[in-house]
């Protein structure tokens, strides 16, 4: 089974802080993924990756960047985090699509 | 632009059939994903339809047609455990494994 892991559950910001979210999937998967949800609109896809130091914006990318230094790990940067920003936000990982995405536990992030 | 949509709620009985829809107008289609996700916990993959047709695995079975650009998921012999929300998901291209996420449906499955 693909084990994603994100480095922590619940996270408390202050709006105009700088917010690491991290990732890391234990499968070599290529594919990585970033998403927000929030009730009653689904998964919103931030941004992905689909090759080291590779980047491409999802629907969502404003206010947000990423990092892919290794294979293996991906990292959600929330600039200036602001109120608006406050969701669960899900890493996800795949290497082809028929195996589907394995997703980490999320990181609830509330922005005060 | 890109749009799914998925009846918002399904309530059915313990032993019963339900299908869970999904319509897509996307501006890709390489095929449709279907995840369940339990409360508080982290999406699941169930199913990947690239063709026309029905896929059956177990209880779960997903069915497609691209010519309708409209899916279906269907669960047998409901169980208690099934209560859940459903995501059918649209791969937009053909590269990157990028896919486009419908609202979701919440299943009630009650005794």
């Known amino acids: 089974d693909v084990k994603v892991t994100q480095s922590s559950r619940y996270l408390v910001k202050r709006t105009g802080e700088k917010v690491f979210l991290e990732c890391v999937q234990d499968?070599?998967?290529?594919?990585m993924f970033w998403y927000r949800q929030d009730p009653g609109l689904g998964l919103r896809l931030i941004y992905f990756?689909?090759?080291?130091?590779?980047?491409e914006k999802g629907d969502i990318p404003e206010g947000y960047s990423v990092s892919r230094e290794k294979k293996e790990r991906f990292s959600l940067i929330l600039e200036s985090a602001s109120t608006n920003q406050t969701s669960m936000y899900l890493c996800?990982?795949?290497?082809?699509?028929?195996?589907?995405?394995?997703f980490g536990s999320g990181t609830r992030l509330t922005v005060v | 632009g890109q749009s799914l949509e998925q009846p918002s709620e399904v309530t059915a009985v313990e032993g019963a059939i339900v299908q869970i829809n999904c319509t897509y107008q996307t501006s890709g289609f390489y095929g449709l994903s279907w995840y369940q996700q339990h409360d508080g916990g982290a999406p699941t993959f169930l199913s990947y339809?690239?063709?026309?047709g029905l896929e059956e695995t177990g209880r779960f079975s997903s069915f497609l047609s691209r010519s309708d650009s409209y899916g279906y998921l269907l669960l047998q012999e409901l169980q208690m455990k099934d209560s859940a929300s459903y995501f059918c998901?649209?791969?937009?291209?053909?590269?990157?494994?990028?896919?486009?996420f419908g609202p979701g449906t919440r299943l009630s499955v009650l005794p």
């Open positions: 339809n690239a063709l026309d």
């Open positions: 998901a649209v791969r937009v291209l053909n590269y990157g494994q990028n896919f486009v």
């Open positions: 499968m070599d998967h290529e594919n």
């Open positions: 996800a990982s795949s290497f082809r699509s028929h195996h589907g995405q394995g």
């Open positions: 990756s689909y090759d080291v130091k590779m980047k």
